[in-house]
């Protein structure tokens, strides 16, 4: 049995932990008398608030090329995420689902993935049983398991060039842009302003583009008239190509269930592992 995962998996195992904020539709213009600096913070200490969200991510990631998914996720009281994602330019192996439910991590490709698995469609990480494995860490799912995805919107509160660009209307909501660049050093200097539970789900995202080599970030910001982030964008120069996503949020704070897919279509990585060694 193969168990290679389809191309679109490794890079949504990374993007997973890289949705930042969120946002409730407002019609109104968005903070417009506040400093851009303050109305960025504000924007990010509102994301505490939020238990669950639904979003989408377009874009480009280093070696995957152009991506687009589309996911809801639950932070309260546990994690749990859904996420359909597609890859183009991984032709047939581009489109895989991810779920994360009850400390396990899924990925399924369909068809594509069935081929390679002897007709079963998922692949099962059981992140309690592998989380000290090495090479899963590198994938992102143990750090994705604990990380509250929305703790990566702060990162632009450590920018010094923090500048307003303007109004735009994104999904027919009102909202103020703003920009700004920061270096990884000016984001774990931010971290030793929160309490330690916020510095250490903002030291993984840190972690993640160190991974990939990048040091500095440009990141866009589109505030809503409620104060919470409607869409954020961040690009990087990675080591092997450029990063450029937009993350839109669609509605949150409603229920988001995830069930695990059926046993007898799943393969469970901990079980063949255990089997290796034993035989």
Known sequence: ??????????????????????SKDSGSDASPGMEPAAAVAKAAKNTEDISSFRYTMTGKVPEQGRVEAEASMRVKPDVAMSMKMSAPEAGAQ?????????????????????????????MKFDLAALGQDKELNELGA?????????????????AKD????????????????????????????????KDAKAAERGEKG????EKMGIDTLTMDMWVDGEDQTKQFRM???????????????????????????????????????QGLEES
């Open 94 to 122: 581009g489109d895989v689902e991810i779920r994360l439910v009850d400390k396990a991590m899924y990925i399924g490709g369909g068809a594509e993935m069935a081929k390679e698995m002897d007709g079963k469609s998922w």
């Open 206 to 209: 840190i972690e993640q583009y």
């Open 235 to 273: 690009r990087g120069d990675a080591t092997k190509g450029p990063l450029d996503m937009t993350v839109k949020f669609l509605d949150v704070n409603k229920p988001v269930t995830v069930e695990a897919p059926p046993a007898g279509e799943t393969v469970d990585l901990a079980e063949m592992m």
């Open 162 to 193: 923090v500048k307003k660009v303007g109004t735009e209307k994104v999904d027919g909501v009102e909202t103020t842009r703003y920009s700004g660049t920061v270096t990884l050093e000016d984001l774990r200097a931010s971290l030793k302003k």
């Open 1 to 22: 049995m193969r168990t290679s995962v389809p191309a679109a998996g490794l890079a949504a195992l990374l993007l997973a932990a890289g949705a930042v904020g969120c």
């Open 142 to 158: 143990a750090s994705q398991a604990e990380q509250n995805p929305a703790a990566q919107s702060t990162f632009l509160t450590g």
